[in-house]
């Protein structure tokens, strides 16, 4: 069983680890030689929980040990993605959303999703939007059972990686 809950700061740095092993083992993405900012966002990705109206939610097994996590956005303006996706009104998003290769199909990814999509409806947004890209098609394909759509509009590239948007009314 595990505890879906936003996290609490002695959680940031395992956290934070546990996103780069997940990054850095995808096949296909970029490693931390070719992008050490983004790397560096993940090891600190408790700095998130400063920015107006963002959460970060964790996976917590009755053990206590951090399995997965997330970082929601109530104001798109801190998201980070840029362009379009920033200024979508009536729009919460989500990043940077990690489970233990160890664990993976025990419904950890959908927990966090949910998290996000609940506090996203209690804020009052009218859509959930996220970024993904084809390294990983586990969590892209998730989204779509879940009922995201391709929301091609907010497309972006970041130093030679594709990054495809998609979207879910609420």
Request: zero cysteines; hydrophobic letters at 45%; a positive charge.
């Given at each position: 069983m595990y505890e879906f809950r936003e996290a609490n700061s002695t959680e940031f740095e395992s956290l934070?680890?546990?996103?780069?092993?997940?990054?850095?083992?995808l096949e296909g993405f970029p490693s931390e030689e070719e992008q050490p900012d983004y790397y560096q966002r993940l090891r600190e990705v408790g700095v998130f929980t400063s920015y107006p109206k963002a959460k970060l939610f964790v996976a917590v097994s009755e053990k206590g040990v951090v399995d997965g996590g997330?970082?929601?956005f109530g104001d798109m303006r801190f998201y980070g993605a840029g362009g379009e996706?920033?200024?979508?009104?009536?729009?919460a998003a989500?990043?940077?959303l990690a489970v233990n290769p160890e664990i993976r199909g025990k419904g950890l990814?959908?927990?966090?999703i949910d998290s996000c999509l609940e506090q996203a409806k209690k804020d009052g947004h009218r859509s959930m939007v996220i970024h993904s890209?084809?390294?990983m098609m586990v969590a892209w394909k998730m989204y779509e059972r879940m009922g995201f759509r391709r929301f091609t509009e907010i497309d972006f590239v970041q130093e030679d990686l594709e990054v495809y948007g998609f979207r879910l009314k609420l």
């Open positions: 934070g680890a546990l996103m780069v092993k997940v990054y850095s083992q997330v970082v929601y996706a920033t200024i979508n009104q009536n729009a989500f990043r940077l990814g959908k927990g966090l890209t084809k390294t």
